[in-house]
């Protein structure tokens, strides 16, 4: 076991699963000498050279395109993006490609791929250094979508992602990539998809959360502990597919429940939970599930911490969910 | 066999081989044995026909859809003669019938799609003329013109980091070319020197739009050069033009020296689609000058020049492919169609619950 | 008065406001001689020439993109993309510089550009030819979107997504094109966004609905008035702005919702009217919201019509929610 | 000035007028009234100090990001010169402080923009070097690469449909030219004809990817002849040949003869930007050796040998911007922070009900 941090915990999955399987490789802008933007390859060009570490044009299109290919043809890339705000260039490849390649063919080819997205805001990085696109790809029919939250979760669930048969979307919570180190299992360690992760055991409220979040949603049931309240804490992980069960296994014990997520709000992919929550158990319900969640609006640069679902945006919708 | 000095320059003519008389005029010999030559014809005239078929079950309202292919031969059979079937791979568009149909895509299967029928391996997923065979590498064909460019330079990419010796082929119209993803396929390849051949069916129009209003550029391989590769524009109704043309490229490619363009010139005499009507956009006469041209009338010439073929054979040639397209296309419907259940797999490797729960919705 | 189509109301929309206008231009593919490949702007190249009926090279990118820059100039394009499963590569332009232009810029530069989308399924269109993209568009903070249902209503909500001074992805149920004709007004006729309309009085259940899934949700109801059941039928029209007070008036009154919509059902639009109403009204409901929608799966060819919500799955919901 | 001649051709040298010891070497006379060329000189060196000055507010933790334009100075005061400042559109990108400055920007807005201060017209929205100016028609900079060239093409296409007079100039990196956009823009414009002059500041990396393995194509010029367009390539370190080849260029596309791609060789002294280190991907030498070219020096030295400039001179020259960009950054400073609930403005023309009730939920 290893104290690592959650970007050290990519670059050690990667250098992992690349010694495993030849297949693998990394294609992106800045991912080679330079190691990625964030360092996240760092050390895996010297150590597996221009072949397997490829260094890309600037174009986004090209990254997860090609990476559709090289699966197609039975390599196993993982591609970066190097802000999930960068996307959208290369947004028609993912779901118009990546995603459907599989179903169009009728399963003749398939496109075994990640794409490694650096997400989320905090990092005073303006509107287009700080989204949150998970719910684009979530509403992808033929993708899976990741947005771990800690350092032994990312390396669990990259590796889960990179030998999956689907195209995964792995998000990275940037502003978690140097926040704190945990213990990080040596070597084989993969987390399935779709299971939720009880963060904290608790009865009196639910509190929902993924990726970046959930750093803030903790510090609110802390704060919550402290006043005797009793936050039950679930860290999704993984958000396509999502664990209903946990989700409704829990909501439905405790009857209240506040969903924290950093994207817009309107039609964000906590809305799906929502709706989901009161189609299946509304009758368990002891007050209108809520939502805290980033504001409809571009990701404002000035106001980069404001935007977020911060710890009191938190407090104050418990509050209201326990008084209703 | 084509020497760089017919390496594109702008302003070139397109290269031809064969004049439109069926005399061969090229600055070499021709070395292909009679039996291609004549499997060649067969191929030009197979698919000739198969777009006259698919016509017909469009017009009987037996499909949806078809985008019909006839002026393309030429250029389809120049192009697949080229490759090695079911090694290298293939990444074609919604107007390439008559290529898969002479790489070797068995009619049955183009049948199959064209009706949605269990013969279609692609489980009739999508609209006809959208063909694809895992067995054969024909990466099956998506509608949003150029999206299929990358995924062929990843491929491409994947052959030379494993030193697979397979060449990667993508075709598509010149419309297809005003598309980011063309422009990042092609910048892609040419920095990684990936082996593919990019192939423009240039036929002048992409749906009403001409040319003039699509590019710039003179002509399409004048691209090339944008990307550090070559570029060859060639006659596209002279068969042997393309083949030739296509067999160096892919030698190119195969030997490591990168990718190349190549463009070729042809016309589609139809409509763009059955649900297009071209009279609004081109005069009649231009179709007319362009059917003159017909790359099977002049491989027909070529042939009877050699003294291979006669009257009494091309009769018989259309009799058998007659006969061999009803009962491809009897077998094809004979298979049944897709079944509504199919609606929810290879979304994922594994079907999810949620699908499995949605499928009982049904 | 005229007796219109829906595509008809299009053109003579389209020329309406272009006669009124001479800043209004029309760009895109086929948009020209051909008229767009479904016809919605025939006549209009030689009536106002090619300056401002504008046949675009094949990119979506270069279509969306020169619309922003056009609109930022003083100009009031109206761009056609020929489906709406190929806005995609068309995608950066829309969310990064259509909906950030003013708010990026402090309000200095902004964009009064409508985007025209032939959208849905059940024509035999395939996975590329059907789609029902709307999500994306109404969490992209900065754009306002629009479906409309019927030949009045389109050339109402056309009007006024031309005058507004937003950038408005304005969304066409291609399937009821050439549906059916009804009265369209010949002169000034704008109808607001953010107005949802009431196609059915009722008290038993509210349907909502809007796009082409309206016309399968009207059959449903007209099942159900058989069946002695009263519907009360909302047509949202406008997705963002979307009909909040309309909605949770409805539905507070009645307590029983069915929510239909053609789009894939995970994280999907009408995901986030479920959540509103349970966050606003949960003690209202008599029953969950449910909710009737397109399959988690690209759009398949073979069973076009299977994959949409039609009137049986719609009426068995209904069930549900009357017997719950 | 710049004839038909120096247009772009595969392997041309690059343009350059004034040699690296400041001596006018062009096969034409120089035209610029001395008070030009010392205004010139003037935006060059207040353009080196500003960056100076950010660099150290962000060393001081004043600023989150600085993108360093050191070694960019030259093309951008040419750029500027060749431009109607307040009647032409600017489409920059994040490099390009010295261009905005030169074309008329004020310095307060800058560092406005840099601190997220109300002195930023923009209202602080976006990170620092992502400037924009309504007044100058200096289109805000947006942060993914190479998105502002669609646009810049349809402000360009509405300047020509209403015959304002008007001509469009967009500023990019090399890296740029790999995005689809640049390729959907420059052939828009080429097919349009639109009056758009396209500047690639070709500093030789993107981040740390080096121009092999970004491009193809031996230059970037080279990709005009993929549009119908003419392409130069000019020696960037040299204001007076980006200036003249800039005018030509604007002249050319402002009479209606379309749009035109310019290529400056330039070379950023500093990383990418200052969450950069550039020593694990450039040589020191490299960077030594482009130190050498400094469009700074060899101004100088023009000015100089022509007599019109001294040590004295220059010493007065840098006291005074220094009083300027401090006067400036105070300003900037003073005018305050920008309030929390500008958040919610801009995103529509009308705040809507939803934003008022999330502003309340603050
Ligand atoms: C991304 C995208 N935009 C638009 C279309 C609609 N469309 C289908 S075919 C076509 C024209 C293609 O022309 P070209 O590439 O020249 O091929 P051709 O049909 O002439 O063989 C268009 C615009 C599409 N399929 N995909
Ligand atoms: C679409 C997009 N992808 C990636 C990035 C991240 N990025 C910012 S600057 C840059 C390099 C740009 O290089 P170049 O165009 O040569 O300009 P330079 O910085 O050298 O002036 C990259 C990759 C981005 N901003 N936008
Ligand atoms: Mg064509
Ligand atoms: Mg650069």
Redesign the pocket.
């Known amino acids: 076991m290893a104290q690592l941090n959650f970007v050290q915990a990519i670059t050690h999955t990667l250098d992992f699963e690349m010694a495993r399987d030849p297949r693998v490789v990394l294609l992106g802008e800045d991912v080679g000498k330079r190691g990625g933007v964030f360092l996240a390859s760092q050390g895996l060009f010297d150590r597996y050279g221009p072949d397997r570490v490829i260094d890309t044009p600037l174009s986004e299109a090209a990254i997860v395109g090609a990476a559709v290919g090289m699966a197609a043809h039975g390599l196993r890339p993982v591609a970066e993006v190097q802000f999930s705000d960068y996307i959208y260039p290369g947004f028609d490849q993912l779901v118009s490609q990546a995603a459907k390649l599989r179903y169009r063919s009728g399963g003749q080819f398939f496109a075994p791929m990640v794409v490694r997205l650096p997400a989320g805001g905090g990092v005073k990085g303006g509107h287009h250094h700080s989204q949150n696109p998970e719910t684009h790809f979530v509403h992808t029919p033929g993708l899976k979508v990741v947005y771990p939250s800690s350092p032994a979760d990312a390396k669990g669930l990259l590796t889960t992602a990179i030998r999956d048969d689907d195209p995964v979307v792995f998000m990275e919570p940037k502003r978690l990539y140097r926040a704190f180190k945990e213990e990080v299992p040596d070597g084989e360690y993969a987390v399935p998809l779709g299971q939720a992760r009880v963060r904290l055991e608790g009865d009196d409220v639910v509190l929902i959360s993924y990726g970046g979040s959930v750093a803030e949603t903790l510090m609110a049931a802390g704060a919550l502990s402290e006043q005797g309240v009793s936050a039950h804490v679930l860290d999704l992980r993984s958000l396509l597919p999502w664990d209903k069960g946990a989700v409704l296994e829990a909501v439905a014990r405790v009857g209240r429940v506040v969903l924290v997520s950093e994207a817009p709000k309107t039609a964000g992919f906590v809305s799906e939970i929502a709706a989901t929550i009161s189609e299946e158990i509304l009758d368990t319900l002891l007050a209108p599930p809520a939502r805290v969640t980033g504001f409809d609006t571009p990701y404002p640069y000035a106001q980069d911490r404001a935007y977020l679902p911060g710890v009191n945006r938190i407090l104050r919708a418990v509050q209201g969910v326990l008084n209703y | 066999m084509i020497q760089e000095t017919h390496l594109f320059k702008p302003f070139d003519k397109p290269l031809s081989l064969v004049t439109d008389a069926g005399v061969w005029n090229a600055p070499f010999e021709l070395d292909l044995p009679d039996e291609t030559l004549l499997n060649m014809y067969r191929d030009l005239v197979l698919s000739r026909l198969l777009d006259e078929q698919l016509g017909k079950l469009q017009r009987l309202g037996k499909t949806s859809f078809v985008?019909p292919n006839a002026g393309h031969e030429g250029a389809h059979v120049g192009v697949a003669y080229a490759l090695r079937a079911g090694f290298d791979w293939l990444f074609p568009?919604?107007?390439d019938h008559g290529l898969v149909l002479a790489l070797g895509v068995p009619l049955r299967e183009v049948f199959g799609q064209t009706l949605a029928t269990r013969a279609d391996p692609n489980k009739g997923r999508q609209m006809p003329a959208h063909p694809g065979s895992g067995a054969l590498n024909v990466f099956t064909a998506a509608?949003?013109?150029?999206?299929h460019l990358p995924p062929a330079v990843g491929a491409a990419l994947s052959m030379k980091l494993r030193g697979t010796g397979q060449v990667a082929v993508a075709t598509?119209?010149?419309?297809?070319t005003s598309?980011g993803d063309f422009h990042a396929a092609m910048n892609f390849a040419g920095v990684q020197g990936a082996p593919i051949v990019f192939v423009c069916?240039n036929?002048g129009?992409?749906?009403s739009v001409a040319l003039r209003k699509q590019s710039g550029s003179e002509t399409i391989a004048a691209k090339a050069y944008a990307y550090g590769m070559p570029g060859y524009t060639v006659d596209g109704m002279d068969a042997l033009a393309c083949y030739y043309v296509m067999q160096d490229a892919v030698a190119h490619a195969r030997e490591g020296r990168g990718p190349v363009l190549v463009e070729l010139l042809v016309y589609?005499y139809g409509a763009?689609s059955s649900a297009d009507d071209d009279s609004a956009y081109r005069p009649r006469e231009e179709v007319a000058a362009w059917r003159r041209r017909d790359p099977l009338g002049r491989f027909r010439r070529f042939l009877e020049a050699r003294g291979l073929w006669e009257e009494v054979q091309e009769r018989g040639l259309r009799d058998e492919l007659g006969r061999t397209l009803s009962a491809a296309l009897a077998e094809a419907e004979a298979a049944g169609s897709v079944p509504t259940e199919w609606l929810f797999d290879d979304v994922y490797a594994e079907v999810p619950d949620t699908l499995l729960e949605q499928r009982e919705s049904l």
């Open positions: 985008a568009y919604y107007r509608s949003p013109i150029a999206s598509f119209g010149e419309g297809a598309e069916e036929n129009y992409a749906i589609r763009h």
